[in-house]
């Protein structure tokens, strides 16, 4: 007796299979944007704050952070990290420690980000464009602590966005004149002078080692930005 042939399921090419995860991925991006609009939309008015990681508490870089995410927050603003340890860690205690709510955006990576104990609020992402979203749209000004690349990075990433108008004109402060300095005086001295940056496009930074200072830019910005 002849046994029926069985159809089987076509197999998938390559692409296809690729096809399929990309597909299932848009659905995960979409769904970490959801969590994270429901979870913060109600910490405005809110300041975003970067620093290195690796900042020791015993350093005086840690107890500037502290202090400025201190008076940030008794003024009623939300303090936004990125959750880890360091200088987020100095910023997330100084807020809580003050009326604001303390905010880390803490980032899932292979050497894994451990959240700081300073939190109110803490939320996990997979997707770094997707974390540097909710930094920039809930922030009323970008506060920048010493740091390496990372915090170079959304440092010159905040200042392209006001550049291109595609984000308010917030202030961007950077904390440590010392630190800063030679950066921002090379910024002037270099690239301005080449004409690859026009003057009036550093208008927006700021440099201080005030925290109160720090303050006052922001409630300024904050003031004129909610006419």
Not at 183 to 190: H, P
Request: overall charge positive; charged content about 25%; glycine content about 8%.
């Amino acid at each position: 007796m002849k046994t029926k042939d069985r159809k089987r399921a076509p197999e998938l090419r390559p692409d296809e299979t690729f096809g399929a995860k990309e597909t299932w991925r848009v659905f995960r991006i979409m769904s970490e944007f959801v969590d994270a609009f429901e979870t913060l939309k109600h910490i405005e008015p809110a300041v975003t704050m970067w620093g290195s990681a690796r900042a020791l508490p015993t350093s005086a870089h840690y107890k500037l952070t502290y202090e400025t995410a201190k008076v940030i927050s008794n003024a009623g603003y939300s303090v936004i990290t990125g959750g880890g340890p360091g200088l987020m860690e100095a910023a997330n205690k100084g807020a809580k420690e003050g009326r604001g709510k303390s905010v880390g955006l803490n980032i899932k990576i292979p050497e894994e980000q451990f959240a700081n104990r300073y939190l109110d609020v803490h939320i996990d992402f997979n997707y770094f464009f997707v974390r540097k979203v909710m930094f920039v749209k809930y922030a009323s000004a970008f506060v920048i602590m010493p740091g390496g690349f990372g915090t170079m990075d959304e440092l010159f990433e905040a200042l392209t966005l006001i550049q291109t108008e595609k984000s308010d004109p917030f202030p961007v402060v950077l904390v440590g004149k010392k630190y800063w300095g030679g950066m921002v005086k090379w910024i002037q001295e270099s690239v301005v002078k080449a004409g690859y940056v026009h003057s009036s496009d550093l208008r927006f930074l700021k440099l201080t080692d005030d925290p109160k200072e720090v303050l006052q830019i922001i409630k300024k910005s904050h003031k004129r930005l909610n006419r």
